[in-house]
């Protein structure tokens, strides 16, 4: 039988942060589609599977009670500043657990352009520690530099892009809005998920997910091949795994899978590890997601499934991040 090698390093985190963008906000950027956000909203809503779980909201926002943006951080430490640190703010503190060896905290960047009509919003989190901030600066340097950093390039560019298509003297208001949630957190792990809705003049705006899991245990990033055991066929584990799910829950939704068949056995090609690029650790299960047009059209919305771990057990990592949190 044939078994999965795990991919190098470096062409797994590029397929993550780079090729797992695809460009999102240049592939829509003048296209006109005939969903709406609020469609995606609607299907998003339904919740007839139990292994497939909707985002409750695009953006994730801060609770009323933490919009106080003079709000005081939780934990002292060296602060990571963005390329435009005096937009950035501490908006609200939380601390999950006294016994951690961090806390995380919700910081906002906020630009408006009067003269381009573009407007950018980013909330993302922020981790400090007073025992071990060079620790904690490893995930802000991935979540900053690698995720919100590189959204707010490409739709820096892709604004501009979409602006030359326009008439002479035309202009037209255009946006993101950056959120995040927090899947995991222990002094183990922790596992966050990014949100970003962007719209660029069209019918209708795009919505992308990216994640960041990393293992504070052996100081490193958590990539999908380090779950799994170098002998395992995990793609083919979870391809079978993800399109059984997918179709039960349109299915479930009367909501025809066959029509989109093809998106969905190519979205979840096994031979294809970036299909599985964007996951999230939690405490009992798996979670993979799936962008809209990865396995199904606009209109149906993004798709999250759940793998329990104790589906998994025989192919998991021995003594892997999982065990660990298992444990």
């Known amino acids: 039988m044939k078994s999965w090698i795990k991919s190098p390093v470096k062409i797994e985190r590029s397929a993550r942060l780079y090729g797992g963008l695809k460009k999102p906000f240049k592939k829509n950027a003048v296209l006109s589609l005939a969903a709406s956000f609020c469609i995606f909203i ?34 002292a430490g060296t602060t990571l500043q963005p390329a435009s ?47 071990d901030q060079e620790l904690a600066d490893y995930v802000n340097r991935l979540i900053y530099h690698e995720i919100i950093g590189w959204w707010i390039l490409e ?9 030359g298509f326009l008439p002479a003297g035309e202009k037209r208001p255009m946006g993101t809005d950056i959120g995040y949630a927090i899947e995991y957190s222990d002094n183990l792990a922790v596992s966050i998920v990014f949100t970003s809705f962007s719209y660029l003049g069209g019918a209708h705006g795009n919505v992308v997910t990216a994640t960041c899991n990393y293992d504070f245990t052996d100081n490193k990033e958590i990539l999908l091949s380090d779950l799994f055991s170098w002998e395992s066929n995990y793609t083919v584990f979870l391809s079978e795994y993800c399109r059984n799910a997918i179709k039960k829950h349109f299915t479930e939704a009367d909501i025809d899978p066959g029509s989109f068949e093809d998106m969905i056995l190519n979205g979840t090609n096994p031979d294809e590890p970036d299909n599985f690029r964007k996951f999230n650790i939690s405490e009992d ?24 771990y104790n589906s998994m057990a025989d192919i998991l990592y021995p003594g892997g991040i999982i065990e660990k949190i298992l444990d």
């Open 42 to 75: 609607s299907i998003l809503s339904i919740n007839s599977c139990s292994l497939l779980k909707t985002q409750d909201s695009i953006a994730v926002k801060v609770e009323e009670t933490a919009q106080d943006e003079n709000s005081k951080q939780i934990s």
């Open 155 to 163: 739709f820096e560019e892709a604004a501009e892009e979409a602006a």
């Open 285 to 308: 299960a798996l979670i993979i997601r799936f962008d809209q047009y990865d396995v199904a059209p606009y209109a149906m919305g993004p798709v999250v499934v759940e793998i329990p």
């Open 85 to 131: 640190p005096e937009e950035s703010t501490v908006i609200s503190s939380q601390d999950k657990n006294t016994l951690l060896f961090y806390s995380i905290e919700t910081k906002k960047i906020s630009r408006h352009d009067s003269e381009k009509l573009t407007d950018i919003i980013a909330e993302y989190p922020y981790l400090s520690s007073s025992t």
